[in-house]
């Protein structure tokens, strides 16, 4: 990554809540609200898309921890909309800080660890760990 990051670079990302996002997508007993993993999944979006614009050609951002609280429910038909603020980096590790909101309350909220990768070359240590295994 040849270009420095400032602090303080954000993205986003949104999405309506369908029965899919749901755990009812998972187990039908439980119920009709938005899965902690599609926020997470939300977040790491908003992650991404802050991060990108300032990759190398064959290079991504990847997410290398989580932790996150989601804080309150969120039903079918409702907008989430997630955001992601570099905090601190080291290196080629960066710790967003992230937040989702359903244009009611906060849902969710803590960091995302990333690290750059560069893809080329790790398509083929994944090609080679593959083969070895």
Same mark, same amino acid.
């Given at each position: 990554?040849?270009?420095?990051?400032?602090?303080?670079t954000?993205g986003?990302?949104?999405?309506?809540?369908e029965?899919?996002?749901?755990?009812?997508a998972h187990?039908?007993e439980?119920?009709?609200?938005?899965s902690?993993?599609?926020?997470?999944?939300?977040?790491?979006?908003?992650?991404?898309? &802050?991060?990108?614009p300032?990759c190398?050609e @064959?290079?991504? /951002? =990847?997410g290398?921890?989580?932790?996150?609280?989601?804080r309150?429910?969120?039903?079918?038909g409702?907008?989430?909309h997630?955001?992601?603020?570099?905090?601190?980096f080291?290196?080629?590790?960066?710790l967003m800080?992230?937040? &989702?909101?359903?244009?009611?309350?906060e849902i @969710?909220?803590? /960091? =995302?660890g990333?690290?750059?990768?560069?893809?080329p070359?790790?398509?083929k240590?994944?090609r080679?760990?593959?083969?070895?295994?």
């Open positions: 990554m040849a270009r420095p990051i400032p602090i303080g954000r986003e990302a949104s999405e309506a809540v029965l899919k996002h749901t755990l009812s187990h039908p439980l119920p009709p609200v938005y902690t993993p599609d926020m997470i999944r939300l977040m790491e979006i908003a992650c991404f898309h &802050a991060l990108q300032f190398d @064959g290079e991504i /951002t =990847v290398i921890s989580i932790h996150i609280e989601h309150a429910a969120s039903g079918i409702m907008r989430i997630a955001e992601a603020e570099l905090e601190s080291d290196g080629r590790f960066y800080r992230v937040r &989702a909101h359903d244009g009611t309350q @969710g909220r803590g /960091t =995302v990333r690290a750059v990768v560069h893809v070359s790790f398509v240590r994944m080679e760990k593959t083969r070895s295994s």
